[in-house]
């Protein structure tokens, strides 16, 4: 059965549609930003517009992202996770964001809970395994729900804490809260769900460390995750 593309009920472009959802997702910017920035391209859409593109697009492109990295990790060596946990008001209730990034910063999961106790750690960690297999250590902080769940699993002895040893945890953390100032925060849990997922596909697509290469390596690889982007859902 040939393959159907999701843009085939779409009269605008799939170039602009996926210049517009890496926009959004991509960059701190609001709706009306990302129309602004659109329009001193000569493309006029409305931010609703911009809105609707992002929710039924950008599941689509994170899953096609998430299907070949997992693949890919899966196949190489799981040496080390960090997993923690970001507070998230939604209507003014607390809610818990679980987070895990491997030894690269690479985000792995991202997971929304009313609860931050054991059967809610289980879960998130429960899913992890199923995508990526066990690693050979996992960083956390004190809560102690991380323990009851590895226990449960049978994996008490992956666990590690250490004062300043899962700063990478807490420095993934930042991308996520300045969308979410972007944003003016989260309305329901589902929403949230659904866009941590598909900020954490795009931000490993594009995350290249200027830091660690040099300036000819980098630009090959800006251009190459680019040209891929504009592939995905391709039909």
């Not at 004190?142 to 040893?165: D, F, K, V, W």
């Not at 309305?187 to 949230?192: F, H, K, N, Q, V």
Request: glycine share 4%; hydrophobic share 40%.
């Amino acid at each position: 059965m040939p393959h159907r593309s999701p843009f085939r009920y779409f009269k605008t472009s799939p170039e602009i549609i996926r210049l517009a959802v890496m926009l959004y997702v991509r960059f701190p910017l609001s709706l009306r930003n990302v129309e602004d920035l659109l329009h001193e391209r000569g493309i006029d859409i409305c931010h609703e517009t911009v809105r609707q593109w992002w929710m039924r697009f950008g599941p689509v492109f994170a899953a096609d992202i998430r299907r070949k990295r997992a693949s890919r990790l899966r196949a190489g060596r799981q040496w080390r996770w960090h997993l923690d946990e970001v507070f998230v008001k939604i209507r003014g209730k607390q809610h818990y964001l679980w987070r895990a990034v491997d030894h690269e910063g690479e985000v792995l999961e991202a997971f929304v809970s009313k609860t931050r106790d054991r059967q809610a750690a289980l879960k998130f960690l429960k899913k992890l395994m199923k995508r990526y297999g066990r690693p050979e250590s996992i960083v956390t902080d004190r809560l102690r729900s991380y323990g009851a769940a590895l226990r449960q699993l049978g994996a008490p002895e992956l666990q590690r804490t250490a004062r300043h040893l899962n700063n990478r945890a807490e420095n993934s953390h930042l991308p996520f809260r300045r969308r979410e100032r972007a944003m003016l925060r989260f309305r329901r849990m589902r929403s949230l769900q659904k866009f941590v997922a598909v900020h954490a596909s795009v931000s490993n697509h594009f995350n290249h460390d200027r830091s660690l290469s040099k300036r000819q390596h980098f630009k090959m690889n800006r251009t190459a995750a680019l040209d891929e982007w504009r592939q995905l859902a391709a039909a």
